[in-house]
């Protein structure tokens, strides 16, 4: 089935890249004052601050189902008056079974789009096959290769618009979502690294609260004994694989037991209604609704096509070349957290070279979805480049560093080095020391800087033990994020400019932990490693 996958989609991608827009509708312009209440709304003041008035449209474009080409629908959102080239980010939405519950038609997840947008990313949000202005008529729920397929092509298709819509985007590509989005994103990610190298390069995907190993730790989650708090997954899940692989089952009494076999195709095909009252029609032990035949296949036959098919949308069998965050709460009801962990394991004992887990709090799945929004856009944010993608070069010879922009003429720019020279090289260089560069366009004023040593600029180790503290954003008003190279756990202590300890915690090597400073008063603080107290770092607290 791989096989046939990869040569259909090597013949569409051959033969409909640039043919993937069918039309597009302008629905209306967001103010700088419309997205501040979107964001007093979300209660993320301070934390995501709207710049840019947002045009919204809904683009209509083909994507791969069922060995042919489907329409379906998707958002793009743009923000006005840019003097930067912004990014482009996919986001993939979370579970609905609405028909039109779904970014382009207004969901609430739209908003997410729009706020990111405001300050200054072009973002697109992909509707999926069989919903928003999809015909048909079952979205082929938590299925990776369609999931991933919907968001490339809407990817294709904003770049197609840039000149009827007149921006221009950079070459960054960032991918977010929750919850199903999480699934969405990571299969993206994964099918842009086998599929479509040569075309995209994502800078980094932050997939969060999703079930990337949903015939192992999902599957043994909602099979745990206890009621399971969104039992109208199952169905639907299984209905969905059925649209696209049509060898579950010949006959749905094969699998669910009245009244759900015919309770079931009434809710979810044609999707008239939301997945709240979806779940309080399903027993809330999803296994009760199935047959005895369907629940002895799954459990003891390696070949039942349930169990196949799950399998080969779990999310393993793949080593991320792309620079990855997987944020998860330990309280999710809804997704096991351990799909994340599990992830993690696997990834990294693979050989993924920027992957990783990240726990965030012990909230469920609802409580979950702020802190992953605000850890996701402080993670892109650091690496957010304004189109400037800045070259450095180190030349051991003269023990220097020289620094260029990617396809542009560095006369452009004004250059300011971390040692305050302006020149376009610094000589005498210290191989473990940390150095930064801003450059800056003399006409637009976009700017961009970047942190680096010898190793990080040629791969070659410094052999230093020296700690090393990364503090973003920097300044920041309500969260800061700590990307540290320790090795082992140690005592993190936050102090202010009189040496009074404002804040402290326990650091575990290879995280990165996300701190709310929102309390603190504003100015200069301290940031101490260990029990020497020796300072390794500072933020400003705005």
């Known amino acids: 089935m791989k096989i046939k996958y990869f040569l259909i989609i090597l013949f569409f991608h051959l033969n409909f890249v640039r043919a993937q827009v069918e039309s597009y509708e302008f629905i209306q312009t967001y103010t700088i004052a419309d997205l501040e209440q979107v964001v007093a709304d979300f209660g993320a003041t301070g934390a995501l601050v709207p710049e840019y008035e947002v045009d919204l449209y809904r683009v209509f474009y083909r994507t791969e189902y069922n060995d042919s080409l489907t329409l379906v629908t998707g958002a793009l959102a743009i923000p006005r008056n840019m003097d930067c080239k912004p990014p482009l980010i996919s986001y993939q939405h979370g579970t609905s079974s609405e028909k039109l519950g779904v970014p382009s038609y207004g969901s609430g997840e739209l908003f997410i789009c729009l706020v990111f947008a405001a300050e200054g990313n072009v973002l697109v949000a992909p509707d999926y096959i069989g919903l928003g202005g999809s015909i048909i008529d079952l979205h082929p729920y938590q299925h990776g290769f369609s999931q991933g397929h919907s968001a490339i092509n809407l990817m294709r298709a904003a770049r197609d618009l840039q000149s009827d819509l007149s921006f221009e985007l950079n070459n960054q590509l960032f991918l977010f979502g929750y919850s199903q989005g999480g699934h969405a994103t990571a299969a993206t990610a994964k099918y842009i690294e086998e599929l479509y190298p040569d075309e995209f390069n994502v800078t980094a995907a932050m997939p969060m609260s999703g079930a990337y190993d949903l015939s192992g730790s999902q599957a043994d989650f909602v099979d745990n004994g206890q009621p399971y708090a969104t039992p109208g997954y199952l169905p639907y899940i299984v209905m969905g694989y059925q649209s696209v692989y049509h060898d579950l089952y010949d006959s749905i009494q094969e699998v669910f037991i009245s009244p759900y076999d015919s309770l079931m195709p009434y809710y979810l095909i044609g999707h008239n209604f939301d997945m709240s009252f979806i779940n309080g029609q399903c027993d809330p032990f999803p296994l009760n609704m199935f047959t005895a035949q369907t629940i002895d296949a799954f459990y003891n036959d ?194 202010d400019n009189q040496g009074k300890i404002v804040y402290s915690f326990d650091f575990q090597s290879g995280t990165e932990p996300m701190v709310n400073i929102s309390a603190l008063s504003a100015g200069v603080y301290y940031l101490h490693i260990g029990e020497s107290l020796q300072h390794q770092g500072s933020f400003v607290k705005k």
Not at 392 to 397: L, Q, T
Not at 439 to 468: M, P, Y
Request: some cysteine; aromatic content about 10%; glycine content about 6%.
């Open 302 to 495: 390696p070949n039942y096509p349930f169990k196949v098919r799950l399998e080969e949308n779990d999310l393993l069998d793949w080593t991320p070349k792309t620079k990855i965050r997987m944020y998860y709460c330990t309280g999710d009801e809804q997704v096991y957290y351990r799909n994340s962990e599990v992830a993690d394991s696997v990834w990294n004992y693979n050989g993924a070279p920027d992957a990783q887990a990240v726990f965030l709090t012990n909230e469920d799945h609802g409580g979950c979805i702020d802190d992953a929004l605000i850890a996701a856009r402080l993670f892109f944010g650091n690496l957010l480049n304004n189109g400037i993608e800045i070259l450095i070069n180190y030349d051991p010879a003269a023990n220097s560093y020289t620094v260029d922009v990617l396809g542009e003429d560095i006369d452009n720019y004004d250059v300011l080095w971390s040692d305050g020279s302006t020149g376009t090289s610094v000589s005498n260089v210290q191989a473990s020391i940390f150095y930064e560069v801003e450059l800056t366009h003399k006409t637009t004023g976009c700017a961009n800087d970047k942190r680096f040593n010898v190793e990080s600029v040629t791969g070659l180790s410094t052999q230093t033990d020296q700690i090393v503290v990364n503090v973003y954003p920097n300044p920041s008003s309500q969260f800061i994020v700590l990307d540290i190279n320790l090795t082992s756990n140690e005592t993190v202590k936050i102090m």
